[in-house]
């Protein structure tokens, strides 16, 4: 089936740092990428949905300049999480749709601990 | 906006006993998606219910889309130890976008 995969599978950084995740589609191409976040034993909630070739939809409540999403290419999107604080950590996960199944594949999710 | 409520939060069951999730919809889905979080790990697409009173089966797992499709359940016969994990439903919000219920933690006695 379908892969996305998802990069780096947990990163540590400081507080105040800039940190990049990025989420690929190995095998189909994705015109639309899904950003998500995820507290402990909390649900998947929608951060953002990155387009490619134009700006990222965000939702209420998320921040556009603290959570920059660019999405290069069919195959590649990235989360960047600017000047990070201990509050920002927690598991992100990526998610792109194949259209000819309707099926949401997601990536191995991406934990984010800020000191 | 449109929520999708699901129940329970948490179930623990002794190995071998049946476990359901409800999930329910604020407004009509066109189709409910289920997924399986296993702890640590990422959701894990299970099914799509498109039809209403649709009932697909996948081994153990029974999966029900309500007549008014507003509401699913997952059904899972003679649970096994490699059914742990957190159950999501996800319902449709536009064209694209997920929304995902707040899912139930399945833990299993052996």
């Known amino acids: 089936g379908a892969v996305v995969s998802q990069h780096p599978s947990r990163v540590i950084c400081k507080s105040g740092t800039s940190v990049k995740i990025e989420c690929r589609s190995l095998?189909?191409?994705?015109?639309?990428m899904f950003w998500y976040r995820q507290f402990p034993k909390q649900s998947l909630m929608l951060m953002a949905t990155s387009n490619e070739g134009s700006k990222a939809t965000y939702e209420q409540g998320v921040e556009k300049d603290k959570f920059l999403i660019n999405h290069a290419s069919l195959t590649l999107s990235t989360l960047t999480v600017t000047s990070a604080h201990p509050e920002d950590s927690s598991f992100y996960i990526c998610?792109?749709?194949?259209?000819?199944?309707?099926?949401?594949?997601f990536g191995e999710g991406s934990r984010l601990t800020v000191l | 906006g449109q929520q999708v409520m699901q129940i329970p939060q948490y179930q623990h069951v002794q190995e071998g006993e049946d476990f359901t999730t409800y999930c329910n919809s604020s407004t009509t889905l066109s189709n409910i998606q289920w997924y399986k979080q296993r702890p640590g790990g990422h959701p894990v697409f299970l099914i799509q219910?498109?039809?209403?009173?649709e009932v697909k089966k996948q081994k153990r797992l029974t999966f029900q889309f309500g007549e008014a499709k507003k509401n699913s359940s997952l059904h899972i016969t003679a649970t096994q130890t490699t059914d742990v994990g957190t159950y999501f439903c996800a319902g449709p919000r536009g064209a694209q976008k997920l929304v995902f219920g707040q899912g139930t933690r399945l833990t299993i006695n052996p």
């Open positions: 219910l498109v039809k209403s009173g």
């Open positions: 095998d189909f191409q994705a015109t639309t």
């Open positions: 998610s792109a749709r194949q259209w000819s199944s309707g099926e949401l594949f």
